[in-house]
């Protein structure tokens, strides 16, 4: 098993859509969750972290932490073609010296 | 303005080189990591350093070494044991607040290829 999983996508929303993009992680001492944007030929720009279990809104993003269930997802509402990039979810574990730990990435798609 | 900056943006590597990848930021972050990406792939970790004059060995350290002389700076350099190094790598800091919520930042990226 992964430590962090993705699903590789490409996912495809209309614009306008809410975008669902899905993270599960293996460590149970998992402390704190980023989301990060990286567009083609890009590094990555980080756009969400959240520490508590629930929701947390900025915007248009809204990232969502179940401890119980080890699954963090981040929803972005009324999707616009330039959210069309690959979103990477990290993982930081204190069990692992607070390295962070990236997922493959979801490439997500918006069609106007 | 501050950032992290990476230089050069491109490099090309003939077989058998040593090159040396610039990372630099003014942040005035005590962490520094180097992160590797291939295609279709997410980041893996080089190595990373915490405080000036340490570092530690990521997941895929073989091949690669640091240093840590100055907090604003943190080069790479591949060496000629990196044998499929082509590649884009990542360079990022982070405030180090204990070993929790440690957001890292990432430079523009250095783009790799070996000729």
């Known amino acids: 098993q992964k430590e962090v999983e993705q699903n590789s996508g490409p996912l495809s929303v209309p614009e306008g859509a809410i975008a669902s993009l899905n993270c599960t992680y293996s460590?149970?001492?998992?402390?704190?969750f980023f989301w990060y944007r990286q567009y083609s030929g890009k590094s990555p720009e980080l756009i969400m972290s959240i520490y508590s279990n629930g929701d947390k809104e900025d915007g248009r993003f809204t990232a969502q932490l179940n401890k119980a269930s080890q699954y963090v997802s981040l929803l972005i509402r009324d999707s616009q073609p330039s959210d069309s990039a690959t979103y990477l979810c990290?993982?930081?574990?204190?069990?692992?010296?607070?390295?962070?730990?990236f997922g493959q990435g979801t490439e997500l798609s918006v069609k106007p | 303005d501050g950032g992290i900056t990476q230089s050069p943006k491109y490099l090309f590597r003939k077989e058998g080189q040593n090159v040396t990848l610039s990372c630099e930021q003014n942040l005035n972050h005590d962490a520094m990591y180097w992160y590797r990406q291939d295609p279709g792939q997410g980041l893996r970790l080089i190595y990373y350093s915490q405080i000036v004059n340490d570092f530690q060995k990521g997941d895929i350290a073989e091949g690669y070494s640091v240093s840590r002389e100055k907090k604003e700076s943190f080069p790479l350099t591949v060496t000629s044991a990196q044998k499929n190094p082509t590649a884009f790598y990542l360079c990022?800091?982070?405030?180090?607040?204990?070993?929790?919520?440690?957001?890292?930042?990432f430079g523009p990226g250095t783009r790799l290829t070996v000729l």
């Open positions: 460590d149970r001492g998992s402390q704190s």
């Open positions: 990290a993982v930081n574990s204190y069990n692992q010296g607070g390295k962070l730990i």
């Open positions: 990022a800091s982070s405030i180090v607040r204990g070993l929790v919520r440690n957001e890292q930042f």
